[in-house]
């Protein structure tokens, strides 16, 4: 994972925190391991996750929560 001093990217820090089933339950809307989709999506993604509703079964730890905010604010790097 990224430390508090660098730039989090969609595929070292925010692709592997979604899981295979995650992925699969929202595939009808959009693809959570595509970076193009997740970039284009990240608002609806980030006020889902931060309400705890996404994951549909658990809330993300309130550290990813932010890293996945985090890496909204630098600029959503690939």
Same mark, same amino acid.
């Given at each position: !994972? =990224?430390? /508090?001093? /660098? =730039? #989090? /990217?969609? @595929?070292?820090?925010?692709?592997?925190?979604?899981?295979?089933?995650?992925?699969?339950?929202? !595939?009808?809307?959009?693809?959570?391991?595509?970076?193009?989709? %997740?970039? =284009?999506?990240?608002?609806?993604?980030?006020?889902?996750? /931060?309400?705890?509703? !996404? #994951?549909?079964?658990?809330?993300?730890? @309130?550290?990813? %929560? @932010?890293?996945?905010?985090?890496?909204?604010? =630098?600029?959503?790097? #690939?």
């Amino acid at each position: !994972m =990224t430390t /508090s001093e /660098s =730039t #989090p /990217s969609f @595929a070292k820090d925010i692709r592997p925190l979604i899981r295979e089933k995650d992925r699969t339950s929202m !595939m009808r809307h959009f693809d959570l391991w595509n970076y193009q989709d %997740v970039s =284009t999506h990240a608002q609806l993604i980030f006020d889902r996750l /931060s309400k705890g509703f !996404m #994951p549909c079964d658990g809330k993300w730890p @309130a550290e990813q %929560v @932010a890293l996945f905010r985090r890496w909204i604010d =630098t600029g959503m790097l #690939p």
